[in-house]
């Protein structure tokens, strides 16, 4: 019996996920979370075999707690499931030590065939992520400019992106003010932008806020 941890902020979404996994005879929801700090006390109190993980619940970014996961647990398999686009989010998670990455819009069905896969060892995306990610591979030269920014930058981008202010971000990261200014400056810097409007219209424009 495969223990799955659904960690994700939204009941209704546990729910499902519950409901989806209960049909299958060699899975069961061992437990929730509904917060990056009860996913890591979680994993250190009691033995799962699978972690279903959303990458924006409250609390540290999920690409830390991912790290974070890996360190506690390194051999435990991670799904990410999560409501930001495939293309702009799926190769950080992996890199940061999930083993799949699935979009919250896919079928029900997909999820358990995920879950299956990466039980046996393997990785999964959906067929849509592996063929951009075999295209990329071709062209390095395309790189987008967010793409040269380390994941807590990337993590500042997207919550700019999306109207947080530097002190609501610095909330929600468990960081001082001044750090998030720092991450800000930089982010400018290697964006070659100077406004965070610019940073905004980026972000919007790129798919990086929903």
């Known amino acids: 019996m495969i223990r799955v941890l659904v960690a994700d902020d939204h009941p209704l979404l546990r729910s499902a996920l519950k409901q989806v996994i209960s ?11 509904e917060d990056s700090e009860q996913v890591l006390q979680k994993i250190e109190e009691k033995p799962y075999d699978f972690v279903i993980l959303d990458l924006s619940m409250p609390g540290r970014g999920g690409l830390d707690v991912l790290r974070e996961i890996r360190r506690l647990k390194p051999n435990l398999p991670v799904l990410v499931l999560s409501m930001y686009p495939e293309e702009q989010f799926a190769v950080r998670a992996i890199r940061a030590g999930a083993n799949g990455y699935l979009s919250k819009d896919c079928a029900p069905a997909e999820v358990i065939r995920a879950i299956h896969r990466i039980s046996t060892g393997k990785k999964y995306v959906s067929a849509g992520l592996a063929e951009m990610l075999a295209n990329a591979l071709d062209s390095k030269s395309d790189q987008m400019a967010h793409e040269n920014l380390s994941n807590r930058e990337f993590q500042v981008l997207c919550k700019i992106g ?16 001044k750090t998030v200014s720092t991450y800000r400056t930089r982010v400018l810097e ?3 932008m100077t406004t965070s409007a610019e940073l905004v219209r980026y972000a919007i424009t790129k798919g990086l806020v929903r």
């Open 162 to 177: 999306a109207g947080r202010t530097v002190s609501q971000i610095a909330q929600e990261m468990a960081l001082s003010v």
């Open 190 to 192: 290697k964006m070659h």
């Open 23 to 33: 049909q299958e005879p060699d899975l069961t929801v061992a437990g929730e979370a």
